[in-house]
């Protein structure tokens, strides 16, 4: 169902018109929004400090172990489930704009991480992975019988 609502006229020169879209979800079939093809992508805060990467991710509602963290060489997934929401009988939804079924966010990473150093906080209905820079070493060797310096990343 569609209802449409006028707002108030302001002025002569404009008006406006809000549109509220109105979905019965207790009609909706809970296997039916399970079936979705594709996972949805959590809200997330990707920023870089002066030693690390942070990755903020909204996942109210979520347990640990509704989420997956995998972190490569160059990229971060964060994965996951949110479960749908039992209705009882006698309770009708009105509005719904939480997301269930599985959910995917995946984050180039910018340069190098240690991965070994890498933390996780879960506060507030927030993820927050932090990836610290992966540090250059300095590498000594010999070429033709001259000392070479150069810079290499840690494993």
């Known amino acids: 169902m569609v209802h449409f609502q006028r707002g108030r006229h302001l002025d002569s020169t404009t008006s406006t018109m809000e549109i509220d879209i109105t979905v019965g979800l207790q009609s909706v079939q809970t296997a ?42 160059d990229e971060l997934v964060i994965r996951g489930e949110r479960s749908i ?9 009105h509005e719904s704009r939480v997301r269930y079924g599985p959910f995917e966010a995946l984050v180039r990473l910018p340069f190098p991480v240690a991965v070994d150093a890498a933390g996780a906080e879960d506060a507030g209905g927030f993820l927050t992975v932090t990836l610290p820079r992966r540090r250059a070493a300095r590498v000594t060797s010999r070429e033709n019988g001259q000392i070479v310096e150069a810079l290499r990343g840690d494993q």
């Open 32 to 73: 039916h929004r399970r079936d979705c093809s594709a996972p949805w992508r959590p809200p997330i805060e990707f920023f870089e400090t002066d030693d690390a990467l942070a990755i903020r991710a909204e996942l109210g509602g979520l347990t640990r172990t509704d989420i997956e963290v995998v972190v490569s060489s």
């Open 85 to 93: 929401a039992k209705l009882s009988a006698s309770r009708k939804c």
